[in-house]
């Protein structure tokens, strides 16, 4: 099945940008993906094709007009209507490699990229559409924000990356951080690799691996190691309550 990526942008020369090389173009080269763009200005309803207009109870900026969004996902739609529509907004729920997960085992994903102050509220009481932000900051426009979403459905579609265990491991599969990782030359500038990593011991190398990914991820990322630990203590509990209920 080919993901089909649909992209709603009034800069569709953006596009594929960085996923016009290695790993992504040839995944698109293969039939993976498909990229298809859609030039929101298209939608406009006025000679000027005019996109945006003043924010209602004044402020600076421009707002994007919700007839012409409503016009471009309607049109978006009706070529994948199977796809969720997605907005890149920094008011949208933030992006986690879950929802990325799902996302690359569905049939593609239609992209809405801001652009200005962003977009009309009404476009999202009237349409289906999930608010979805990159991080807390921000961007001039949705693009690049679209291309790390894509990027990161694309490298999970079957058959892109190399081995197929290559996604497992990663940061965040597992709810942690991933270990370090470490190369050749086994010494440089005086710092050497550590040892368990040159023992040949897999039992231990996977032990110090589990161990160093939770202590960068407590040490880094106090807020998802406490959401780790949260999950484990649930699941240690559900184990026990199914050994009592089976009288173990
Ligand atoms: N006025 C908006 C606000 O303060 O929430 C920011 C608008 S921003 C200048 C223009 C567009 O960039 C947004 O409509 C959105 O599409 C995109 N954008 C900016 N930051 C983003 C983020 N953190 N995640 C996803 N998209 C973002």
């Known amino acids: 099945m080919t993901f089909a990526a649909t992209v709603l942008t009034l800069y569709p020369e953006m596009f594929p940008g960085p996923l016009g090389v290695s790993l992504a173009n040839r995944a698109r080269e293969e039939g993976k993906w498909s990229l298809d763009t859609v030039q929101i200005r298209d939608f406009a309803i006025d000679k000027h094709r005019t996109v945006d207009d003043t924010p209602a109870g004044g402020g600076a900026g421009m707002v994007l007009r919700v007839d ?55 476009i999202f009481a009237a349409r289906a559409i999930e608010e979805v932000s990159i991080g807390d900051i921000v961007l001039s426009g949705g693009e690049p924000a679209a291309l790390m979403l894509l990027d990161a459905c694309i490298r999970l579609l079957p058959g892109v990356m190399g081995a197929p265990s290559s996604g497992a491991e990663e940061s965040f599969e597992s709810g942690l951080l991933e270990y370090p990782h470490y190369t050749r030359p086994a010494e440089w500038e005086g710092r050497t690799i550590p040892e368990v990593l040159r023992s040949g011991d897999h039992a231990k190398i996977a032990a110090w691996r589990k161990h160093q990914a939770e202590v960068d991820t407590r040490s880094r990322r106090p807020d998802l190691w406490e959401r780790h630990k949260g999950v484990r203590v649930q699941s240690a509990s559900g184990a026990r309550r199914e050994n009592e209920d089976q009288g173990q």
Do not use: N, W, Y
């Open 68 to 122: 012409v969004l409503a016009a471009a996902v309607d049109h978006a739609l009706s070529l994948h209507p199977d796809c969720p529509v997605i907005a890149m907004t920094p008011r949208g729920k933030p992006l986690d490699q879950a929802r990325v997960r799902q996302l690359s085992a569905g049939p593609g994903v239609t992209v809405l990229c801001g652009r200005f102050e962003g977009f009309d509220e009404r």
